[in-house]
Nanobody, 123 residues
Framework: QVQLVESGGGLVQAGGSLRLSCAAS????????MGWFRQAPGQAREFVAG????????YYADNVKGRFTISRDNAKNTVLLQMNSLKPEDTAAYYC????????????????WGQGTQVTVSS
């Protein structure tokens, strides 16, 4: 079992920045590929960013590329999502997810999920 706990969400004005953090426990963190997803009310959960177990490879959705950066610290069992130049359309609940295999953009392929943290971007 893996437990994931997100933090760092909040209210920010458009153009601002937030940094989300996800703390993992229960399994060797370095064996897990990690992803960030988001879900706005009435919308499907969508892939935002992912990072391979080693941290060597990262992936981003087109609509966040160049604005968001995912990173991980295997010594601290933490994955971060730095979000810059935030837009109102980034408003959503953000979820951290983990799986033992390679990164995929499909939510159903992830085995473990956090409880989510709300990000609200005002215009």
């Amino acid at each position: 079992q893996v437990q994931l706990v997100e933090s760092g969400g909040g209210l920010v004005q458009a153009g601002g920045s937030l940094r989300l953090s996800c703390a993992a426990s229960g399994r060797t963190f370095s064996s897990l590929s990690m992803g960030w997803f988001r879900q706005a009310p009435g919308q499907a959960r969508e892939f935002v960013a992912g990072i391979h177990r080693s941290g060597d490879n990262t992936y981003y959705a087109d609509n966040v590329k160049g604005r968001f950066t995912i990173s991980r610290d295997n010594a601290k069992n933490t994955v971060l999502l730095q979000m810059n130049s935030l837009k109102p359309e980034d408003t959503a609940a953000y979820y951290c997810a983990a799986r033992a295999w390679s990164i995929t953009t499909t939510p159903g392929a992830y085995d473990y999920w956090g409880q989510g943290t709300q990000v609200t971007v005002s215009s």
